[in-house]
């Protein structure tokens, strides 16, 4: 099916541990960004791809590493979770309009 | 950079018309959007406007833009309950990067 995709939905890990949200679209758009979602924040820029290898730091991008080795794939690890970093993530793509992913959920415990 | 802000909360009868406002920092914002975003799901993009249009209507949403003020609006006639979401929204700033405003909670009553 066409779209962008994130998986997993959900996910539970424990402070510390290295933690990976896939996201993958098939339109083969250039550009692809990582969100997160928290009250009162709305959502906040963490890393962003303009085209395959070619990642730049967004807003919040501390605690967080990308890559995009693949036009279609933009995978977003965590690489030792903290509870801060508990948030609803969101992956987008764009050529000219943006679009969303469903979201991963994640908490940090 | 872009600093896009919007009011928490609105509430509305259903059938009356809701108005989300948003206001913007960047005035080099090329498209200006708005998104709906219903419970557990991602962002769905309603509608935009080009920087250079004052209007755009689209059914039942009117998108007004006032440039001189950096003021952005979206009507929403009609209101009915599938329409309570949070709406987001955003202006195009460097690199192609959408900032998005903290969303307003459009509430529709009964």
């Known amino acids: 099916d066409a779209g962008i995709t994130q998986s997993p939905r959900y996910k539970i890990t424990e402070t510390g541990r290295q933690v990976t949200l896939m996201c993958h679209q098939t339109w083969s758009h250039s550009y692809m960004f990582w969100y997160r979602q928290d009250l009162g924040h709305g959502l906040r820029l963490i890393y962003y791809?303009?085209?395959?290898?070619?990642?730049d730091k967004g807003e919040v991008p501390d605690g967080y590493v990308v890559s995009r080795s693949k036009t279609e794939n933009f995978p977003l690890t965590l690489e030792s979770a903290t509870r801060s970093q508990t948030s609803v993530y969101f992956c987008?793509?764009?050529?000219?309009?943006?679009?969303f992913g469903p979201g991963t959920r994640l908490t940090v415990t | 950079g872009e600093d896009v802000e919007q009011s928490l909360f609105l509430s509305v009868r259903e059938g009356d018309s809701s108005v989300i406002n948003c206001t913007y920092t960047d005035s080099s914002s090329t498209y200006l959007y708005w998104y709906k975003q219903e419970p557990g799901a991602g962002l769905q993009l309603l509608t935009y406007?080009?920087?250079?249009?004052d209007m755009k209507q689209d059914q039942r949403l009117t998108v007004l833009l006032n440039k001189k003020d950096k003021h952005l609006s979206l009507r929403i006639a009609d209101t009915q309950t599938g329409d309570s979401a949070i709406y987001f929204c955003a202006g195009t700033g460097t690199a192609s990067k959408l900032t998005f405003g903290t969303g307003t909670r459009l509430q529709v009553t009964l």
């Open positions: 987008a793509s764009r050529s000219g309009e943006q679009y």
């Open positions: 791809s303009a085209a395959a290898d070619i990642t």
């Open positions: 406007i080009f920087s250079n249009m």
